[in-house]
């Protein structure tokens, strides 16, 4: 942004002319005390501080204008490219939701305005909602039973918001609050502070979901620029739970603007809401939207726009209704999704299906429909896929590059591919946290270990040999060559494990890449690949290279010291901090950090004792089936079995922590003081406020990134010297190079297990943007998620495909 742009330059310009003007003003006193000065030049003297002072003054009035103006444009920049953003994935939202023509069923609303509300009252259209609220954005909740179109209305009404959206206006938002941070308040040095908050969620949901900057994102969430349209209040709490719901109201009655409460929409099942009314939580000085069910008459119409006019099976049903008003099909088709679900199962070949009159309660009418809702929404995608590849005319569709599925798959997939808050889970939750944990160490040595046994002897010839040796052993070299490729494991279970949500390809939001921009795209790709992983490997070896220069051996031992607290406290802390985790989440994981790494106190002083491998080997395995059982139980996460290990190695190395221990003694030093931290700063709630300040503070200093990890990895190979000599800094950066360009494998190595075991596809994101034309998945807040939880509750219910049942 212009703001960022202009501010480093107007640092320094008043910087300068500070020193400017104090030395201008020194050099004027000094010179009027001077003896022989004529009285004329006395005024020319002493006016030379006020001239630097003017030129200063119009300088930074000068800047200050210049980077408003930047700011205020780059602000509009970034406003209607958020606007272009939103709606290209909204409008294709409501086509997925209501079908081509975006037939929506106009439905009755009773509307209630509440603490001040101006909202006309009493029961209305859902179309003459969408006008008036157009008009004048206010806050609405909407809330009617499961299936009722809430979340029809919510993108409807974000349509068209940016319709009638002026240039400068705010722009509507869809997001699920159930992603909401929960706010609270921290302890810090005896004070209690605010954390998190609804705002700062907004903020990094712009940042992730659409792409905008974040200093932009801070501006237009404070200029109250965007207009929040909240889905899922119900989903948040478990049953009988109402605590995170309670604390998003009492957050959203916060959110004010210049002239009150500011704008937003709220969607919630109608029970939900009246519950968490009892509990004395609502929305304040919102209109409530209660949508009524669809009608004999409305669902006719829908019929009708939805066939064109043309004869089909479902002309009958507003008779149906009508005729059983007190029956299972009035009962479930007043529900806008199970009617578009029967239009989509009978609405084509009724052959083979039973009569809607056939079926005694609404239970078995849904199960009858839910069930057939993935072979018909697959059908008629594969029928579009073909249609699309004989097309003539030339038109490139969403279908033009997709293949055709077999239902029984797709019913599969969807249902190993789904998580418990109804997202997409991950592909190292789908085959498990175990599996991909083996699988990603043991793919690591087996690919680390041949380029190991080649490459070090073919860059021995590259160097004095002199400069060869290992000074603790070779097989100490390998031993940290393994321990580094067991973290890199490690570290690629936790992000394969992410619970983070599952992003929509650029083929999702219909602007697929051109053939160029693709191979441009995997050339870079490669590239920052490339230079991730020969850069810090060189910078190694050059800091090792350092060691036989003649300073090298004038360095006290409390230099080195320094080095390895510096080294052994900056690696861990990098990783916390560009990794999603947290140390502890609740009571019991927090006191597991402080009571892990006393086990492991005890289990290092046990391994002194053992004098046999025997002993040694059973003594490990207790440690580790410790280790195992522990995290099991929910009594320890990773981090707090790191510090365990760590302890336990320590210990039973005999390890000093000494001023004179150099820099073995200095590095335990640094690990455990970013421990330390850590347990303070990255619990469930700080991580987040501590990560956002590290990322502000990184913003800042961005242009030195380069430059200090060089130098963070340059001390690094310096400091190994002392430990395993030249060669074994070599072997070591070898590993790191190696594990930086096998990521990619590692996890299409996972894909393809995941596949095997029947859980996935082969190409999962072409599937997920398959499923998401089709009808079966939907987008919110930039991922994905299933169309209707139930659903995915019926998925989850039945694990085989009706088909084969």
């Known amino acids: 942004m212009g703001a960022r742009q202009v501010r480093g330059p107007a640092r320094w310009l008043f910087l300068g002319g500070a020193a400017t003007l104090a030395v201008s003003g020194a050099w004027a006193v000094w010179a009027v005390r001077r003896d022989g000065m004529q009285p004329q030049d006395v005024a020319g003297v002493l006016g030379l501080p006020l001239g630097v002072l003017g030129l200063l ?46 037939h929506l069923i106009d439905l009755h609303v009773d509307v209630s305005p509440r603490g001040g509300g101006t909202a006309p009252r009493g029961r209305q259209r859902l179309s003459d909602i969408a006008r008036w609220y157009c008009d004048a954005p206010d806050r609405l909740v909407v809330t009617g039973p499961p299936g009722a179109g809430k979340t029809v209305l919510a993108v409807h009404l974000v349509v068209r918001l940016l319709e009638a959206r002026a240039d400068g206006s705010p722009v509507p938002v869809r997001l699920s609050i159930r992603d909401l941070t929960p706010a609270g308040r921290r302890r810090w040095w005896g004070l209690r502070r605010a954390r998190g908050g609804f705002e700062q969620w907004l903020v990094s949901s712009l940042v992730k979901a659409y792409d905008v900057d974040g200093v932009a994102a801070v501006e237009l969430v404070a200029r109250r620029l965007v207009i929040p349209v909240l889905d899922g209040l119900d989903e948040m709490d478990t049953e009988g739970d109402s605590e995170r719901a309670e604390q998003a109201l009492s957050e959203l009655n916060g959110y004010q603007g210049l002239g009150g409460s500011a704008p937003l929409v709220l969607t919630c099942r109608e029970e939900r809401y009246a519950e968490l009314g009892v509990r004395q939580a609502w929305l304040r000085e919102a209109t409530v939207l209660r949508l009524a069910g669809v009608d004999a008459d409305q ?3 829908y019929v009708e726009l939805r066939s064109d006019g043309r004869p089909s099976p479902m002309d009958t049903v507003a008779d149906v209704m009508r005729g059983s008003a007190a029956g299972p099909v009035a009962g479930l088709l007043s529900s806008p999704f199970y009617l578009g679900l029967a239009f989509a199962v009978y609405g084509g070949s009724p052959h083979g299906l039973r009569p809607l009159t056939d079926f005694r309660t609404e239970d078995e009418l849904r199960e009858y429909l839910l069930a057939r809702c993935v072979p018909t929404a697959t059908a008629a995608a594969n029928a579009a896929v073909r249609q699309a590849r004989v097309s003539i005319a030339g038109t ?38 175990w599996i991909t944990l083996i699988l990603s160490v043991a793919t690591g040595f087996a690919l680390v270990a041949p380029v190991l046994l080649v490459v070090p002897d073919v860059l021995a010839g590259c160097f004095p040999g002199d400069w060869w040796e290992h000074r603790s052993g070779l097989g100490m070299s390998w031993v940290w060559a393994g321990l580094l490729t067991l973290g890199a494991g490690v570290g690629w279970m936790m992000a394969l494990c992410d619970r983070g949500p599952s992003r929509p390809s650029e083929r999702t939001r219909q602007c697929p890449a051109r053939v160029g921009e693709r191979i441009v795209g995997s050339f870079r790709r490669a590239c920052r690949t490339g230079y991730g992983a020969l850069v810090p490997a060189a910078a190694m070896v050059l800091g090792a290279s350092l060691a036989y220069s003649d300073w090298y051996g004038d360095v006290p031992l409390q230099g080195w010291y320094v080095l390895g607290a510096v080294i052994g406290g900056t690696l861990p802390t990098a990783f916390a901090l560009g990794e999603d985790f947290v140390a502890h989440t609740d009571r019991r994981e927090r006191e597991g950090c402080v009571v892990v790494p006393a086990l492991g106190c005890l289990a290092g002083l046990v391994l002194t004792q053992a004098d046999s491998p025997a002993a ?173 939880s139930e659903l995915q509750e019926w998925l989850d219910r039945n694990p085989v495909p009706p088909a084969n049942r």
Not at 397 to 425: D, K, N
Not at 708 to 723: Q, W
Request: with cysteine; hydrophobic share 50%.
């Open 57 to 102: 003054v119009g300088a930074a009035i000068s800047l200050s204008a210049l980077r408003l103006q930047r700011a205020s444009d780059g602000l509009a920049v970034a406003l209607d490219r958020l606007a272009g953003s939103v709606e290209d994935v909204e409008v294709a939202e409501r086509t997925h939701m209501l079908g081509t023509g975006a």
């Open 396 to 433: 490139v569709s969403v279908w033009s590059r997709q293949r055709e599925y077999e239902a029984g798959a797709v019913h599969r997939w969807l249902r190993g591919m789904s998580e418990p808050e109804g997202g997409i889970a991950s592909v190292g939750e789908v085959v498990g946290m």
């Open 299 to 301: 669902a006719g119409a």
């Open 616 to 788: 040694v080997s059973i003594c490990w395995a207790v440690v580790a089936g410790t280790g195992i059982l522990l995290r099991h139980l929910g009594l320890a996460r990773g981090y707090a079995l790191a510090g365990g290990a760590f302890t336990c190695l320590f210990v039973a190395d005999g390890g000093s922590l000494r001023p004179d221990g150099g820099l073995t003694a200095g590095a335990p030093v640094g690990f455990v003081a970013a421990y330390v931290l850590g347990y303070f700063l990255l619990g469930s709630d700080r991580a987040e406020d501590t990560r956002d300040a590290a990322r502000r503070v990184g913003q800042r200093v961005e242009w030195l990134h380069p430059f200090g990890n060089f130098l963070v990895l340059t001390l690094a190979g310096l400091g190994g010297v002392a430990e395993l000599g030249f060669a074994g800094v070599v072997l070591v950066a070898t590993t790191f190079a190696t594990l930086r360009l096998i990521g990619p494998f590692i996890h299409a190595l996972l894909t393809l297990t995941a596949h095997l075991l029947g859980r996935t596809p082969l190409t999962p994101d072409t599937f997920l943007a398959w499923a998401y034309h089709a009808g079966l998945l939907r987008i919110v807040g930039g991922a994905y998620q299933f169309r209707h």
